[in-house]
């Protein structure tokens, strides 16, 4: 995988089969990315389980939050990682221990490790690196688009709503974007 | 269309921002004629308000109808977002407000529109924000006017009204040694003429009045960001960078990215400034971009046609338009709009300042008003008008004198346009 630009084919495969998400580096602290992000992704509909040893035992959006993703006890699809660069190589390892293994290894904007996401490759993993996976749902179901943001991408087909909501869109499953 | 294909500068103009609307199927960009949006609940309305969820509150803030003229002219400028207002003027004074603190300096170079040398030396002054002034035809200007205190540089692509075309890259690199973002207003190229981020702009701003609109029937302005400053470096652009204490503490700069600049305008500057773009107005400039490159290519040729006619006319002194070979401007016309040197372009006329007034007064088919990009063709004598509360000096460093006439070329038949000019330079 070109780690420098990602067909939007492939982000959207992985937001599509994901459900289960473990995020590395979760903060309880309600003006933080990593807060924004698990409450996004909460209310899309995934399942969000905070990783954090600081906060361990505790709830994050009525989320437990667990010291370390071998603590998680059920299998898990996505790791997203909302920590320093160097911190992945680790979290990759202990991704690659778990059994049964998560599909897709994400490193959140910011945080790139070419190491790690070899390593996750060669173990048959989808990586995704230097990208908010709330950005990219925004992007492809059409609502980042209220912010004005480009998502260099053009449809003719109506934007799907998702959750029997009117001001949330969906990725429209099952549908191509263009 | 496959995924990775990526779409072309006419394509994005029809399509970008624009999907069938998600609720009625409506393939026309709807009017969302209305102040407010309900919310679905309580805690989708604290998402929007915490700015955790994408979605509408306020028109103040955000509408459907100006989305779709955000992300239009961001797909067609290669930014990564972009903000809509009420104006250029508007775009000016929120851009200056996301980045100036009080007591700070910006650069800027002195063949700008009138309207904008007012605004910087006049109305910024109250916020204690200064401008140092450079000259656009001449980089090392603006390396001599960088001091600590600089916080931004200021240019226009194409400037108003004397069809300087500018150095972008020469200044961009300026921009860069001395750590400040590089603004290019690129109202008078319209991107489909010139992209200032490929040259090294950080910030584009347009007055979506003129071209990019293009008929003459509303005002409006755009903000794009280039996604390409470092905001969190150095703790120099404190609205970016530290806690917003308006948003709880969040740090806008480290929550949104490549777009951080755009969404800081908006939740920021648009929100407390209030100078929000009517959607309707907004409707009218997104259905003006769908032809933009097929007008502008009509006004770069009839521009060139006219110029031509002026510069072997008895009456006329001298042409400054950069289309025409020979120009001082025609080799970096070439570099940064190789398409067309634009409509807009000035010439003396013989006589000076009486015969000036004389020619805009004798006209049939231009109108005499101050604007430009429209489909019509206008004429001013900047002296008697937009400039005429400058100095004399200050008049003509921007290009304005008093034998100066700018003419904004239209898209009607160019032997009409060639034969007003005619009939007005005859009686003058």
């Known amino acids: 995988m070109n780690h420098d630009s990602y067909p ?133 179901s059409g609502e980042i688009a209220w912010a004005g943001v480009n998502r260099r991408t053009v449809s003719s087909k109506r934007p799907v709503l998702s959750g029997g909501g009117f001001q949330r869109l969906g990725l429209g499953k099952g549908r191509t974007s263009n | 269309m496959s995924e990775d294909h990526v779409p072309g500068f006419n394509t994005l103009s029809i399509h970008a921002g624009a999907q069938p609307d998600p609720t009625t199927g409506a393939r026309a ?119 600590p205190k600089t916080k931004a540089i200021f240019i226009e692509s194409v400037a108003n009204p004397g069809g300087v075309v500018v150095d972008i890259e020469g200044i961009a690199q300026v921009a860069r040694r001395a750590g400040v973002p590089l603004i290019v207003d690129n109202t008078l190229a319209s991107p489909y003429l010139c992209r200032p981020f490929e040259h090294g702009a950080d910030i584009v701003v347009h007055s979506a009045t003129k071209f990019l609109g293009g008929h003459g029937n509303s005002i409006g302005g755009v ?95 001298w042409v400054s338009y950069s289309g025409l070979p020979g120009d001082r401007y025609h080799a970096l016309q070439q570099k940064y709009c190789p398409k067309g040197g634009g409509a807009v372009f000035t010439f003396g006329v013989k006589g000076g300042y009486d015969a000036g007034v004389k020619v805009v007064s004798n006209v049939q088919l231009f109108s005499h008003l101050a604007n430009i990009g429209d489909t019509r063709s206008l004429i001013i004598h900047p002296a008697s008008t937009t400039h005429r509360q400058l100095s004399d000096q200050q008049k003509t460093s921007a290009g304005a004198g008093p034998d100066v006439i700018r003419v904004s070329i239209g898209i009607e038949d160019k032997e009409d346009i060639i034969a007003d000019l005619d009939q007005a330079l005859a009686s003058a």
């Open chain 1, 8 to 140: 939007d084919a492939y982000i959207r495969e992985i937001l599509d089969s994901c459900r289960v998400i473990a995020m590395v580096g979760a903060s309880a602290n309600t003006v933080r990315p990593s807060y924004f992000v698990l409450k996004y992704m909460l209310e899309k509909g995934y399942r969000v389980i905070p990783v954090n040893p600081g906060q361990a035992g505790k709830d994050i959006l009525g989320q437990r939050v667990y010291a370390s993703l071998s603590d998680i006890p059920e299998p898990i699809d996505m790791v997203d990682i909302f920590r320093a660069s160097e911190a992945a190589d680790g979290i990759v390892d202990e991704a690659l221990a778990l059994e049964p293994r998560p599909k897709v290894i994400w490193m959140q904007l910011s945080v790139r490790n070419d190491e790690a996401a070899a390593k996750a490759e060669a173990a048959g993993l989808k990586v995704v690196m230097n990208r908010c996976p709330k950005i990219e749902y925004g992007r492809l």
């Open chain 2, 29 to 147: 960009t709807p009017i969302y004629q209305t102040t407010s949006f309900v919310f679905e609940d309580v805690d989708h309305a604290a998402s929007l308000f915490g700015l955790q969820a994408f979605g509408n509150i306020y028109t103040r803030i955000g509408n459907p109808t100006c989305a779709v003229l955000e992300e239009r002219v961001a797909a067609l400028e290669g930014g990564t977002a972009a903000l809509a207002v009420a104006s250029g003027h508007a775009a000016q004074l929120i851009v200056m407000h996301t980045l100036l603190q009080p007591g700070d300096e910006f650069i800027a170079g002195t063949q700008l529109y009138g309207g904008s040398i007012n605004q910087f030396n006049h109305a910024f002054k109250k916020f204690d924000w200064h401008v140092a002034w450079a000259d656009s035809t001449d980089v090392s200007s603006f390396e001599k006017a960088v001091t």
């Open chain 2, 223 to 317: 903000i794009v960001d280039g996604g390409t400053f470092n905001w969190m470096r150095e703790g120099r652009y404190p609205t970016l960078s530290e806690p917003c204490e308006s948003y709880q503490g969040m740090v806008l700069g480290e929550t949104f990215g490549n777009f951080a600049f755009a969404i800081a305008c908006r939740v920021l500057g648009l929100r407390d400034l209030g100078a929000a773009l009517s959607p309707f107005n907004a409707f009218l400039l997104v259905t003006g971009i769908e032809t933009l490159s097929l007008r502008m290519d009509r006004h770069c040729a009839n521009a060139v046609a006219v110029a031509e006619f002026l510069s072997s006319h008895p009456k006329v002194a």
